[in-house]
């Protein structure tokens, strides 16, 4: 029974991304059409990751629903409302009210800071997509229970908490008669500062973590309080962009080491992460988790190219004959 909800969390994670990617396709745009290729090769690589995953999957032994299960899904949807309400009716806006909420629950609750933080992404959404704490609850609940049927499934990969609360989002926008808020593509000549600070941002999560003793919440969350109070009080007219980029990018910063070996790996899994926020800008706006998923197929991607570089690398090798 269990394993079959390990299943369906997988898929989960999966299709998430392939929706984002597939609204980002039929969304009107003005950024280069070289972009598809992009596209075709982030979902390229992170087949090949998805397929290891499935094996790795098989691994592990299918407990039941235990309290800590109901514990770490609760965690989930409370800070959903919580941010939501911090980021509506307080005013902090999404990115200060969920970097605020995981720095809060991070440094004062380590044993939930994780489903905490995937819940805060859940109260990003925005009034648009759901007018009343109602529907971020639900929300909240659905992703809650992804979270626990997802914890065998692509640990280590930053940008799986965005991913588990974009699909509460969706499930929920599916569920009711609510619509995504309209949302506009960036301009393109943006790029470059874009994936500058997209790429700064990550490394410097990895830094605060493997340098600094931080936590990966506390690292992430730290880079977008400080992101977010800093772009829009120095940068008035892109300010809030840059700090939404660059608390995206946090996330892919969150990755282990296993799944993403060095800095470089970081670095350019964040250099990917800022040019697919740019494809993906006019996707499912309003919708929490999105931040988070971008950056876990930016992940994705990179940990695929190095098992296919990988496997390149070995069946090209010349092994001599046996004497």
Known sequence: MYGSVQLTGYLAL??????LLLGAVRA??????GLMSVQFGVVLAGTVVAATERRRLREFEAVGFDRTDAVDALAVAAAAVGTYWLSVSVGLGP???SAVVGLTVGLTARHVDGAAYCGSFVGMASPALFPSLEWVALAGLLAGLAFVATAESFGGFGGKYGTIALFGCIATASLTDVDYASGGSLAWRLAPVIVAVAVVAAVATIVLRTHGGMSSVVASATVGVVAGVAFPSLLPELGATLATVAFCASFVGMSSGERLASTGHVAGAGLLCGVVFLAVSPALAGAGGKLGTTAFVSCLAVAGAQELHAVVRSRGRYVPPDR
């Not at 999966?14 to 929706?19: F, K, Q």
């Not at 009107?28 to 059409?33: F, G, I, K, N, V």
């Open 28 to 33: 009107p745009s003005d950024l280069p059409s």
């Open 95 to 97: 990115i200060l009210a």
């Open 14 to 19: 999966l299709v998430t991304p392939a929706v």
